[in-house]
């Protein structure tokens, strides 16, 4: 049967080059669509955002600014058996989930920054993390990006890919308010809604993928922090907040100091201090009289009630910081 499949593929038409380096689709900001008919819902999870690369006996893991991080999650390279002899590129999310199972961003930071092969032989035992699969870009010769979404959801779906460090979760053709409750209800981040008829657009945020969230969370860029009180005096009370505008300007968006595990506040400073600047990286040089500000090269999870109409976070949390997107890639995420 597999010689079958390769002999009709080759015959019937020549085979499309193998990708190598596919810049994630991304999603934009949004309310639920009026008529969500014409849509697929999925949930939205909590996690980095990885492309897989696959091959007979080989499997690649890049993030959504090409980093290879094959070697920080070796528990996903038994996806390739499952596979066998197809060639592969999936698009999907690398999650840690809570003893709840709900996914889990903390959980997740124990395994980001990890690269040391015996720390990540013991995390992976202590935080496992899960691919979870929800695309599919290239299949044995053919580029299917050019395909609409339904047709790359079947053809996922039909290759089966559940194992205990990766999986395939079900998606719902319209019934998006429902599960946008049901999404809140559990705790979770939100929903994302995509278009059955839409293509695969690398790296661009067309509005056929839209992300409904049932909490305000996004990354910024941390430009500066201020020392704490107390305790803290020596170490982080607030890490300074930041995000890009059109015009390549990093502007202001308040300060955090909550959400912080007694890690995070070492990781922190160790992470920090060797970016120390004197001049101020925020336009307007905006920004608390305190600050010790820093290059913007560091860019955090922060998960807040609201904004303020000039962009400011209001009861902000800090939930990691994220390896996976660029910081001049950070901008200021509003619902259209």
Not at 96 to 109: K, T, V, Y
Not at 143 to 166: I, K, N
């Amino acid at each position: 049967l597999e010689f079958r499949r390769v002999l009709f593929r080759s015959t019937d038409r020549a085979a499309d080059p193998f990708p190598e380096s596919v810049v994630p689709m991304l999603a934009k900001l949004a309310p639920l669509p009026a008529d969500d008919g014409g849509w697929a819902t999925e949930v939205k999870w909590d996690g980095v955002r990885a492309i897989a690369y696959c091959r007979p006996g080989r499997i690649e893991l890049r993030t959504r600014n090409l980093n290879v991080v094959t070697s920080q999650y070796p528990e996903v390279r038994g996806l390739t058996r499952q596979l066998g002899a197809r060639d592969a590129v999936l698009d999907g999310e690398l999650v840690a989930f809570d003893a709840a199972g709900l996914p889990s961003f903390e959980r997740l930071q124990q395994r980001i920054h990890q690269t040391d092969a015996n720390v990540v032989r013991r995390r992976m035992k202590s935080h496992p993390v899960t691919y979870v699969l929800f695309d599919l870009l290239y299949l044995d010769g053919e580029d299917l990006t050019g395909e609409p979404y339904r047709r790359r959801r079947e053809l996922l779906e039909g290759l089966g890919l559940d194992g205990e460090s990766w999986q395939t979760p079900g998606h719902s053709v319209g019934h998006s308010e429902e599960l946008l409750a049901a999404s809140a209800a559990r705790g979770l981040e939100g929903i994302v809604v995509k278009r059955l008829d839409s293509r695969y657009a690398a790296g661009k945020r067309n509005g056929s993928w839209l992300k409904v969230k049932t909490v305000g969370r996004q990354e910024f860029v941390i430009g500066g922090w201020v020392p704490g009180e107390g305790r803290r005096r020596d170490r982080v009370g607030a890490i300074l907040l930041g995000a890009y505008d059109g015009d390549g300007d990093l502007q202001y968006a308040g300060k955090v100091g909550t959400g912080f595990s007694e890690r995070d506040l070492d990781d922190l400073l160790e992470r920090l201090r060797p970016l120390a600047r004197k001049s101020n990286p925020f336009a307007a040089r905006r920004g608390p009289r305190n600050a010790k500000f820093v290059e913007p090269e560091l860019v955090a999870e922060i998960e807040f009630r609201e904004l303020t109409r000039e962009g400011a976070v209001r009861h902000g949390s800090f939930k990691g910081l994220r390896e996976d997107k660029p910081p001049l890639e950070v901008r200021l995420e509003r619902s259209v």
